[in-house]
């Protein structure tokens, strides 16, 4: 069911690579490697034991740098998509441009951290192929557009917007927030139509990012991917709210509750 590499995670945010390999099992992937620093390490053993580690070796490392590219390489040559990002920290520039060589052909999802490191050097959008993703929020995109921190911007002029970021990438654009846009550059928009407010909670993010992480290592064309993963996505927020309503679920209960939303999805292609 395919293998999954999430390169993710710093001093202080474990949770974020723990949710995004916890979201990326739920969704059917086989095997999901963790690249992370090597601080992380006990914390993920709890958090996610089915995921294979493979870590910085310096015991007190607190973030993923240069001289980890090796470890970042031999752990690409198992694997059949890429999710990096959700929790990396701000560092990631100085070595992304270095792992997009790598990443030209590899179905990827770029999301958080990745996505800022992008909007810091935003000439390497244009190395970005039709076979990644990438998920801003409306801050993210609005940064990667060259906009500042305008999310206001971005949010009062969606469509406009994510038609922007179709023409800097051709990769897949997934403009979260309320009505999420899915979009790449030569074809349709598509509005997801499953979500809650509920969604705007840390970690968020970093679920989705695994899901439609692990549809593309079980084989889905990156824009495949992005829309089937928004709605699951979305409807196991909707199967939440109308448990315990928008207020009470949080992130790590969107993971559990993806087995659900995958079967409605199930039911709803096989309707179509």
């Not at 690409?76 to 052909?105: K, N, Q, S, T």
């Amino acid at each position: 069911m395919g293998r999954l590499l999430v390169i993710a995670g710093s001093y202080g945010m474990a949770g974020a690579a723990a949710l995004s390999a916890e979201a990326a099992m739920r969704s059917g992937c086989g095997y999901v490697y963790v690249a992370t620093a090597a601080c992380n390490a006990p914390q993920l053993t709890a958090a996610v034991p089915s995921a294979i580690l493979r870590h910085s070796m310096q015991r007190n490392q607190t973030s993923l740098r240069w001289d980890d590219l090796p470890m970042l390489f031999d752990a690409m040559r198992v694997v059949d998509a890429v999710v990096i990002g959700p929790g990396l920290g701000d560092v990631a520039d100085e070595w992304l441009g270095a792992l997009l060589e790598r990443l030209a052909a590899m179905p990827t999802v770029f999301d958080a951290d990745a996505l800022n490191a992008l909007a810091r050097r935003r000439e390497l959008l244009a190395l970005l192929t039709s076979c990644h993703i990438v998920t801003p929020h409306a801050g993210e995109a609005a940064r990667l557009l060259g906009w500042g921190n305008d999310a206001e911007r971005v949010n009062t002029a969606r469509h406009s917007a994510i038609s922007e970021l179709c023409t800097a990438t051709r990769a897949v654009a997934v403009l979260k927030g309320a009505d999420t846009l899915v979009a790449q550059r030569g074809a349709p928009t598509v509005v997801n139509p499953t979500g809650n407010a509920g969604l705007a909670k840390a970690g968020s993010g970093d679920v989705l990012s695994g899901v439609i992480g692990a549809l593309l290592a079980r084989g889905m064309r990156a824009h495949d991917a992005a829309v089937a993963g928004t709605w699951i996505h979305g409807r196991a927020a909707d199967v939440l709210a109308s448990e315990v309503g928008e207020d009470a679920y949080i992130s790590s209960d969107l993971a559990r509750a993806l087995g659900r939303a995958f079967n409605d999805y199930g039911q709803a292609s096989l309707a179509e």
